[in-house]
């Protein structure tokens, strides 16, 4: 089905929209600082430290008034690249501390940091190995910088911090964990629990139509692509505080006939949009480009098929466990991992957690339903809950981002002068 003559015009008027909606605040003041790249060498294998190797992205944001013995807050990269323009984000929303180094630490697999040769089947990524990689960096960093070290982790990144914690409690002084998972299962139809808060029954149920309506024929097929599609689009309304003001238009839409909303969606979406269901699509992916930081969500999904599940399932979304299983041998050429592994256990390890830890969660973010929520027994952390709040509150509201850092430092602080 065509659509009317008027969709250019839609679509220009939908961009205008978007990206007035999701501009960059702006700062009353100055906030001078440098901010540069670094690459770190990490053994691929580090049972086998002399054999390959791969460089390892670090961004390092300085304060003109740091010092080489201020305090130093560590970010735990996530299946995601490592950017300035985030550092230069999370150093805002966290009130622009002048006497406080952040450094990111990119995640192997991820953006730039990724070993030589074809990445159709990264072996070589894993939660242990990361987590390695981020230990031997601080290690190495710490004959730089003296101060207080504070590791700070955002969703997976939040678990990997957990985790980093309990597995290395003597590196840093305290940790930070926003909208951090804590339990992994295979499926997660805890997620759709917050989707349909967020969304209303309503329209999680005209969602459900429209994916049900596209059962793929074969793996990759264009129902297949469009579903996905659908996918990142409800994830976005449902959990990315920056995608809100665009839920009435998709309202909307979503009362038309699923072929023509999704004609809509393929008009009007931006290119971000695409990122989700096309690069996690089987394929050949060469070293070149998977260089380019385009295909983070396929090597997301080798380790969720691997050792981390956490796909999605049940209400709006449309799949089996048969079909994410079909997807993991297409792409991997052999049955998920998870099966023959205990899944991750990050709630074991907060509760054994030695070191102060920071705990973040939203209301509004579908994985607090697997993450720490309001009513938890873990009597030794800080918690700090946004009840309206959507994945990583910390970094979208600058209230909140300045007290979590401040108890972040408190906390630091507070153990390093008792250990």
């Given at each position: 089905?065509k659509?009317?003559?008027?969709?250019?015009?839609?679509?220009?008027?939908?961009?205008?929209?978007i990206?007035?909606?999701?501009?960059?605040?702006?700062?009353?003041?100055?906030?001078?600082?440098?901010?540069?790249?670094?690459?770190?060498?990490?053994?691929?294998?580090?049972?086998?430290?002399?054999?390959?190797?791969?460089?390892?992205?670090?961004?390092v944001?300085?304060?003109d008034?740091a010092?080489?013995?201020?305090?130093?807050?560590f970010?735990?990269?996530?299946?995601?690249?490592?950017?300035k323009e985030?550092?230069i984000?999370?150093?805002?929303a966290?009130?622009?501390?002048?006497?406080?180094?952040?450094?990111?630490?990119?995640?192997?697999?991820?953006?730039?940091?990724?070993?030589?040769?074809?990445?159709?089947?990264p072996?070589?990524?894993?939660?242990?190995?990361?987590?390695?990689?981020?230990?031997?960096?601080?290690?190495?960093?710490?004959?730089?910088?003296?101060?207080?070290?504070?590791?700070?982790?955002?969703?997976?990144?939040?678990?990997?911090?957990?985790?980093?914690?309990?597995?290395?409690?003597?590196?840093?002084?305290?940790?930070?964990?926003?909208?951090?998972?804590?339990?992994?299962p295979?499926?997660?139809p805890?997620?759709?629990?917050?989707?349909?808060?967020?969304?209303?029954?309503?329209?999680?149920?005209?969602?459900?139509?429209?994916?049900?309506?596209?059962?793929?024929?074969?793996?990759?097929?264009?129902?297949?692509?469009?579903?996905?599609?659908?996918?990142?689009?409800t994830?976005?309304?449902?959990?990315?505080?920056?995608?809100?003001?665009?839920?009435?238009?998709?309202?909307?839409?979503?009362?038309?006939?699923?072929?023509?909303?999704?004609?809509?969606?393929?008009?009007?979406?931006?290119?971000?949009?695409?990122?989700?269901?096309?690069?996690?699509?089987?394929?050949?992916?060469?070293?070149?480009?998977?260089?380019?930081?385009?295909?983070?969500?396929?090597?997301?999904?080798?380790?969720?098929?691997n050792?981390?599940?956490?796909?999605?399932?049940q209400?709006?979304?449309?799949?089996?466990?048969?079909?994410?299983?079909?997807?993991?041998?297409?792409?991997?050429?052999?049955?998920?991992?998870?099966?023959?592994?205990?899944?991750?256990?990050?709630?074991?390890?907060?509760?054994?957690?030695?070191?102060?830890?920071?705990?973040?969660?939203?209301?509004?973010?579908?994985?607090?339903?697997?993450?720490?929520?309001?009513?938890?027994?873990?009597?030794?952390?800080d918690?700090?809950?946004?009840?309206?709040?959507?994945?990583?509150?910390?970094?979208?509201?600058?209230?909140?981002?300045?007290?979590?850092?401040?108890?972040?430092?408190?906390?630091?602080?507070?153990?390093?002068?008792?250990?």
């Amino acid at each position: 089905m065509k659509l009317s003559k008027h969709t250019n015009l839609l679509q220009k008027l939908f961009y205008l929209f978007i990206v007035c909606s999701i501009a960059p605040p702006l700062y009353a003041k100055e906030h001078t600082f440098t901010i540069t790249e670094q690459w770190f060498t990490q053994p691929t294998d580090h049972s086998s430290p002399q054999e390959q190797t791969f460089k390892q992205q670090l961004i390092v944001l300085t304060p003109d008034q740091a010092s080489k013995d201020s305090d130093i807050l560590f970010i735990l990269g996530n299946e995601t690249d490592a950017t300035k323009e985030s550092l230069i984000k999370l150093y805002h929303a966290y009130g622009s501390p002048k006497d406080v180094t952040f450094i990111q630490a990119e995640h192997r697999g991820y953006g730039q940091s990724i070993t030589q040769g074809p990445q159709a089947n990264p072996g070589y990524v894993s939660v242990e190995s990361a987590l390695q990689d981020y230990n031997r960096v601080i290690h190495h960093l710490k004959q730089t910088y003296t101060g207080r070290w504070m590791a700070a982790g955002y969703s997976y990144g939040g678990a990997l911090a957990i985790n980093f914690g309990h597995q290395f409690p003597n590196a840093v002084d305290a940790i930070l964990a926003s909208s951090a998972p804590i339990h992994w299962p295979f499926l997660i139809p805890q997620y759709d629990q917050q989707v349909m808060k967020n969304l209303g029954s309503a329209l999680v149920s005209r969602l459900h139509r429209h994916a049900s309506q596209l059962k793929p024929e074969k793996l990759y097929d264009q129902n297949w692509q469009d579903r996905e599609l659908l996918t990142a689009l409800t994830v976005a309304l449902s959990q990315r505080s920056d995608s809100q003001h665009y839920k009435p238009y998709i309202n909307g839409l979503s009362f038309l006939p699923t072929s023509l909303f999704i004609n809509f969606l393929h008009a009007l979406l931006p290119e971000e949009a695409y990122t989700w269901s096309e690069n996690r699509i089987a394929q050949s992916l060469s070293y070149e480009k998977a260089q380019t930081g385009e295909y983070n969500w396929y090597t997301w999904k080798y380790q969720q098929c691997n050792e981390l599940g956490s796909f999605f399932a049940q209400g709006a979304f449309n799949y089996t466990q048969q079909d994410h299983i079909n997807d993991c041998i297409a792409s991997f050429e052999k049955s998920p991992e998870y099966f023959n592994k205990e899944p991750w256990d990050v709630a074991g390890m907060l509760d054994k957690l030695s070191i102060p830890a920071i705990v973040v969660s939203g209301g509004r973010d579908p994985w607090i339903q697997i993450g720490v929520q309001p009513d938890h027994s873990y009597s030794h952390i800080d918690y700090f809950y946004s009840e309206n709040g959507h994945h990583c509150p910390d970094r979208e509201s600058h209230k909140l981002g300045e007290k979590v850092f401040k108890a972040l430092r408190a906390a630091a602080h507070y153990n390093q002068g008792n250990r």
